[in-house]
């Protein structure tokens, strides 16, 4: 299970992470293999793991707007992006 916190003083989310036994025991191992603590270990997997979702957002946008070129002009759809983002309700800022 991973909860998350509001960002702390310095703007950093914090994370409560609880894992399971074995997961542990493997973290720890892989830890002390690259010469690294549990927590390192996690956070770069954590980071990786952001970076390649970040990618695969980017690939599947990248498609969906191919297609969508694919029926329109570059500057209608630019046009019709513009017109959505000026109509969405604004977020409630904290």
Not at 32 to 39: A, I, L, V, W, Y
């Amino acid at each position: 299970m991973i909860t998350t916190h509001y960002p702390d003083t310095h703007h950093q989310v914090l994370l409560n992470v609880a894992i399971p036994p074995a997961a542990h025991t493997a973290l720890t191992a892989a830890a002390h293999r690259r010469g690294q603590t549990p927590d390192r270990v996690l956070e770069l997997a954590l980071h990786r793991a952001l970076a390649e979702h970040a990618d695969q957002e980017t690939d599947r946008l990248a498609h969906d707007i191919r297609r969508l070129l694919a029926h329109t002009t570059p500057a209608g759809l630019l046009s019709a992006v513009g017109h959505v983002l000026t109509r969405l309700p604004e977020s409630p800022t904290p």
